[in-house]
């Protein structure tokens, strides 16, 4: 880490910054969020500028760890958009989950509604009325009997994606409870979940 840079500091050009976001923190600033990583970095930018900007490019879940990048500028923003928005940025995650796949490498194609009143993702293997399609690649790449770590490659950014489809497969995140793991204790407010690249 660079002297005077925060512990969540990755990398920084002038357009953009890439931070470690730990979990329990949520990624911007909503009713009820308190210290978000928008915040965080916001407070930073303000001692280098006196006009910082934010702009959020992606999201992670307040439960999930990992790399997130801001932009600093509204041209880099509009630009890191339409990057996400047509699929050309590479998202790379770790999953460690409740028990091993039968399948060590597959990409898992299905359809997902979001229930907005219980705040969960619902996975189908059909298509139907507000239901979106969904679709990420994972990877065995280590495991014991009881659970596996997985390497997963997101295809599309659906809502609770990554944990509804892999608790659909059989395999909840470690930690996370609302998607069925209750196996293994994991840290309060953090699920096994880490956004690697």
């Known amino acids: 880490m660079q ?13 953009w910054i890439a931070v470690n976001k730990p979990f329990g923190l949520s990624v911007e600033k909503t009713l009820g969020a308190f210290d978000t990583i928008e ?3 916001l407070a930073y930018l303000s001692r280098q500028t006196t006009m910082p900007f934010v702009g959020i490019v992606h999201r992670l879940d307040r439960v999930t760890s990992g790399i997130l990048l801001l932009a600093k500028k509204k041209s880099a923003l509009r630009k890191l958009n339409e ?8 998202k790379i995650y770790l999953a460690m989950v409740e028990g091993v796949p039968t399948v060590p490498e597959a990409t898992l194609s299905q359809w997902l509604h979001k229930d907005q009143k219980e705040k969960k993702a619902l996975v189908f293997d059909e298509p139907g009325e507000h239901r979106d399609v969904c679709q ?10 009881t659970k596996a770590m997985l390497e997963v490659e997101l295809h599309t950014g ?14 909840p995140i ?23 690249s």
């Open 174 to 196: 470690i930690g996370d409870e609302k998607y069925g793991a209750s196996h293994f204790a994991y840290a309060d407010k953090g699920i096994a979940l880490h956004a690697r």
């Open 39 to 41: 915040d965080q970095v």
């Open 136 to 145: 990420l690649h994972y990877r065995v790449i280590q495991h014991n009997q």
């Open 158 to 171: 659906r809502f609770h994606q990554i944990r509804a489809q892999l608790a659909a497969l059989g395999s």
């Open 3 to 15: 002297a005077n840079k925060p512990n969540w500091w990755i990398a920084e050009t002038g357009a």
């Open 83 to 90: 990057q996400f928005a047509h699929r050309s940025v590479k």
